[in-house]
DNA sequence: GTCTATAATACGATAGAC
DNA sequence: GTCTATCGTATTATAGAC
């Protein structure tokens, strides 16, 4: 079986190859799953090690400890986040579109990367976002604080607090994803992580939040 | 200084004092807010037992291993949160009234109890549901829905998905908590877990979900 | 750049004294 | 009912061969 070195490498078959470039991000794809569920202090070297498919001493020699992994896995949604934001170019859109288009987008985000809602709440509650501090979240929040900003001014929002609504909002998006494994038991019979389904929960979500800052 | 043996029993001072049930308790909030940071997997038995001021030894005594405490911590929010939204009646107050009555009580027991939230998505992502699964959740969530659906027979919801809707409401008041860790480096000025901010909190997603579901 | 082997520590659980 | 002491195992990190 051909296999390019630079795809994914299977745990067991190829040992020994050269290419660190592919095996940082194997071991950071790993990271990112392990923290996640574990956060920090109850991450397992030995089952990052062992999800990427390299040995513990591996990511000690790209990473030099856990902490140092640990922060650049947190890296990597900071800038994402932010850059998906960047692109969407909301400044060109009227309020009620700008929040449609980031609603959408955010929804999208969580769905392609449903575990990394847990990455952040692993940080706050366990180092007190210590090292979310790092990320540039302040000008992430910024994006969705101007578009609430701009309705208020030109009265298609109500009056609102944009700070308070723009975290509202981030709840509605990633509370489906966080909590979807103890969801999942309320209506087994459901999907929720169908592209149907999400495609519904974002309508139900934009239908809610318009109707909730509408003048 | 005088003690009640029932009340907190300071992790130094007093040591070999036969309490039972005062013993069982303090480990069980020591165990809440250590399972609520690290998980079934990440929390270290020596740390809730410091916490609690007892031995690792009276933990086995009373909860036979790490899970059998777990499965009890876990069971207090469970009964609890049903038993909340039971004696709230909201079966007899006209549905806007109801679903603000409810924001105002979820909201207040997330102030209540700022760690639980973690529990259950440490639950979701560490043990997909596992032992979520053992709680009436089924039924507290009835509790939501059944004011959700009486407010569109009645029109004075317009058509939404009820359990979709549920979702968002229970994201949107506990997401404030469950992230303030993080949120606070974002605003270090504003202490959001002061009264007057969870006051105003409140109000702004009481605004937000009922002009988001109105007819 | 990657591996094997191992040192050093941390942790869950139990036995047995009081 | 509570404590001290300890066994066995799991885990992080490093040293050194290839």
């Given at each position: 079986?051909?296999?390019?070195?630079?795809?994914k490498?299977?745990s067991?078959?190829?040992?020994?190859?050269?290419?660190?470039?592919?095996?940082?991000?194997?071991?950071?794809d790993?990271?990112?799953?392990?923290?996640?569920?574990?956060g920090?202090?109850?991450?397992?070297?030995?089952?990052?090690?062992t999800?990427a498919?390299?040995?513990?001493?591996?990511?000690?020699?790209?990473f030099?400890?856990?902490?140092g992994?640990?922060?650049?896995?947190?890296?990597?949604?900071?800038?994402?986040?932010?850059?998906?934001?960047?692109?969407?170019?909301?400044?060109?859109?009227?309020?009620?579109?700008?929040?449609?288009?980031?609603?959408?987008?955010?929804?999208?985000?969580?769905?392609?990367?449903?575990?990394?809602?847990?990455?952040?709440?692993?940080?706050?509650n366990?180092?007190?976002?210590?090292?979310?501090k790092?990320?540039?979240?302040?000008e992430?929040?910024?994006?969705?604080?101007?578009?609430?900003?701009r309705?208020i001014?030109?009265?298609?929002?109500?009056q609102?607090?944009?700070?308070?609504t723009?975290?509202?909002?981030?709840?509605?998006?990633?509370?489906?994803f966080n909590?979807?494994?103890?969801?999942?038991?309320?209506?087994p019979?459901?999907?929720?992580?169908?592209p149907?389904?999400?495609?519904?929960?974002?309508?139900?979500?934009?239908?809610?939040?318009?109707?909730?800052v509408?003048a």
């Amino acid at each position: 079986m051909v296999r390019s070195a630079k795809t994914k490498r299977s745990s067991n078959s190829s040992r020994q190859i050269r290419d660190p470039e592919a095996t940082q991000q194997q071991i950071l794809d790993a990271a990112e799953e392990e923290f996640s569920k574990h956060g920090l202090s109850g991450a397992r070297i030995e089952a990052i090690a062992t999800r990427a498919g390299v040995t513990t001493a591996m990511i000690h020699y790209y990473f030099e400890n856990k902490e140092g992994l640990y922060k650049t896995v947190l890296q990597r949604p900071a800038t994402e986040c932010h850059d998906v934001l960047h692109e969407l170019n909301l400044e060109n859109l009227p309020p009620e579109e700008a929040l449609k288009t980031l609603i959408r987008a955010a929804i999208a985000y969580e769905a392609a990367h449903p575990r990394r809602g847990m990455l952040w709440f692993q940080e706050a509650n366990q180092n007190q976002g210590k090292y979310f501090k790092l990320g540039n979240w302040q000008e992430t929040f910024a994006y969705i604080i101007k578009v609430l900003e701009r309705g208020i001014a030109e009265e298609t929002f109500r009056q609102l607090d944009p700070f308070v609504t723009c975290i509202q909002i981030i709840g509605i998006c990633t509370f489906y994803f966080n909590a979807h494994e103890n969801i999942k038991h309320i209506t087994p019979d459901v999907d929720r992580l169908s592209p149907e389904m999400i495609e519904k929960y974002t309508q139900a979500a934009v239908n809610l939040i318009l109707a909730g800052v509408r003048a």
